[in-house]
């Protein structure tokens, strides 16, 4: 059991890092058509979903092949726990990402803790930009310590 929680465990933290990677190289990269507009304010957009949301169905693909063969293949039972820590990642990325800091669904309040604050200050510096070049901050769950830093007004 503690294996499989490990496996889980390692598929969620790599997946911090397969996300950053996709978005540093294939979103402002050659993937940009389907990212744009994710970075383009909302008034200017129409309708619920983007072309952005199409990245989701990309993410699923490695999750579900793991499931599949993971059930299919004895000897790879452990990708069944990989495909899981994928899966979790994306919840987990779903409901920071799209629900928490974009609100494209009313479902929770505003958080307030130094780590929701920092994780929406460097979101917001990530989105500063609308091109696909000289942006920041293309991780989800990890963010630098800077964002943790408040700006105190003088009195």
């Keep these: 059991m503690l294996i499989k929680i490990s496996v889980v465990l390692a598929a969620v933290l790599a997946m911090e890092a397969v996300a ?13 058509n389907w990212h744009e507009d994710h970075h383009k304010p909302h008034f200017e957009k129409e309708g619920f979903f983007e072309k952005n949301d199409l990245f ?32 979790i990642y994306g919840i987990i990325y779903f409901l920071i990402h799209d629900v928490y800091i974009h609100r494209r669904f009313n479902w929770f ?20 930009k609308n091109t696909k070049e000289d942006c ?20």
């Design 20 to 32: 950053w990677l996709a978005h540093r190289f294939i979103m402002h990269g050659f993937g940009w």
């Design 56 to 87: 989701f169905v990309v993410f699923a693909v490695p999750s579900a092949t793991s499931f599949i063969i993971g059930s299919l293949f004895e000897s790879y039972h452990l990708l069944i726990y990989v495909g899981l820590g994928i899966l």
């Design 109 to 128: 309040k505003q958080l307030d803790n130094p780590y929701s604050r920092a994780v929406l200050r460097a979101h917001g510096a990530h989105h500063n």
């Design 136 to 155: 920041e901050s293309f991780g989800l769950l990890f963010v630098h310590p800077r964002y943790f830093k408040t700006t105190r007004k003088s009195a």
